[in-house]
């Protein structure tokens, strides 16, 4: 069964760094695309960073670009954001999706992801 767990966020100053954690059972994230998206109230969830398990092939978004760094892991089957130099904005409810195959990074979206985990929050102050 597919299945994905985010952890890392915290609370932490503007300026801070933390690292996300997505893992996942069921499936080897070669075979995936998994991307990270945040939520905030009143807010569609937005994507931030994805990565192409095949590949490895990644993409950021703007509002974090030059700040994060996506990655996996094979040998524990997870894939971490590494986010630095944290802003207020970036406070959010953090959550980890995938889908099969190797879709164009650039056009995912939340609709595109077929398997979510429970998300984890980052709070960043000023």
């Known amino acids: 069964d597919v299945q994905l767990q985010a952890s890392g966020g915290g609370s932490v100053q503007a300026g801070g760094s933390l690292r996300l954690s997505c893992a996942a059972s069921?499936?080897?994230?070669?075979?995936?695309?998994i991307g990270w998206f945040r939520q905030t109230l009143g807010k569609e969830r937005e994507g931030v960073s994805y990565?192409?398990?095949?590949?490895?092939?990644?993409y950021y978004e703007d509002s974090v670009k030059g700040r994060a760094t996506i990655f996996g892991n094979d040998a524990d089957n997870t894939v971490y954001l590494q986010m630095n130099n944290l802003k207020p904005e970036d406070t959010a409810v953090y959550y980890c999706?995938?889908?099969?195959?190797?879709?164009?990074?650039?056009?995912?979206?939340?609709?595109?992801?077929?398997?979510w985990g429970k998300g984890t929050l980052v709070t960043v102050s000023s």
């Open positions: 069921g499936f080897r994230i070669d075979n995936y695309a």
């Open positions: 990565i192409r398990g095949g590949d490895g092939r990644t």
């Open positions: 999706g995938a889908v099969r195959g190797s879709p164009y990074l650039p056009a995912l979206n939340r609709a595109t992801m077929y398997y």
